[in-house]
């Protein structure tokens, strides 16, 4: 695991309601909402599209559908300037969960994670037009089934950074960040993951200023992270290329 501290320190304390997380590059201003995703616990108002959604004890268990030819996902109908977003997770057999931010018609960036990566991302912001998906970071680490962890996703001006348990960071630019945002979701492709303990909060336009000295730091750590291993048909593509051009 690539590890930033003791940068990244701070970011690695309990979550708690109502207290802002700790931060690299945001500024963390007002609350906007808390919720804790527990049963019978007071929370915020999610429009779910797909899955399945149960709040329980330990958080919100989410599940696809089958019937859904769609990963399960859930939104909040929430405009977002700068802002800093975290939430727990646990893998409870899922092939994979997001946090993905949209402006008001399409997608913009998106942290997501499966049992084996972890990828920090620009997304396709018009589908069949030039713009493209960028990938900022997409590193191997594992994430066991049955264990918790925490992210935290910051958003000021063109820049994004996103932390997992105060250890791993990636970070990326792009003019498409700075759109007024909108509708924070989560998202999970198989069954089933947990979620709890999400938190809002609005940022002031000003990055901290440690951020040009941490921003260094994660560049470093960015470049000398582990790769995933390709996808076996891309790799096995890519091989019989290479058989090929040997044979000319």
């Known amino acids: 695991m690539t590890r930033l501290l003791p940068l990244l320190a701070l970011l690695s304390a309990p979550l708690i309601a109502a207290e802002a997380p700790g931060t690299l590059l945001a500024q963390p201003d007002k609350e906007v909402l808390t919720d804790t995703l527990l049963k019978d616990a007071k929370g915020a108002e999610w429009k779910i599209a797909k899955g399945k959604w149960e709040r329980t004890s330990e958080g919100i268990r989410v599940e696809e559908l089958t019937a859904d030819n769609h990963g399960a996902a859930g939104r909040l109908v929430q405009k977002l300037g700068d802002f800093v977003v975290a939430f727990e997770f646990r893998l409870d057999g899922a092939k994979s969960i ?68 105060g250890k791993i960071s990636g970070f990326g630019r792009d003019a498409l960040f700075k759109t007024e945002k909108a509708n924070p979701g989560l998202t999970c492709v198989g069954q089933s993951a947990t979620f709890r303990n999400f938190t809002l909060w609005s940022a002031l336009p000003e990055p901290k200023a440690t951020w040009k000295e941490a921003s260094t730091k994660i560049t470093e750590a960015m470049q000398a992270a582990p790769r995933p291993p390709a996808p076996a048909a891309a790799a096995k593509a890519k091989a019989a290329k290479a058989k090929a051009a040997a044979a000319k």
């Open 98 to 165: 997001s946090l993905s931010i949209n402006d008001a018609k399409e997608h913009v960036a998106r942290v997501m994670i499966t049992p084996t990566a972890l990828r920090v991302q620009k997304d396709d912001h018009d589908h069949d037009g030039p713009e493209k998906s960028i990938v900022f970071l997409h590193q191997a680490e594992k994430f066991e089934a049955g264990t918790w962890h925490r992210v935290v996703l910051e958003m000021v001006g063109d820049t994004l950074v996103a932390t997992i348990d």
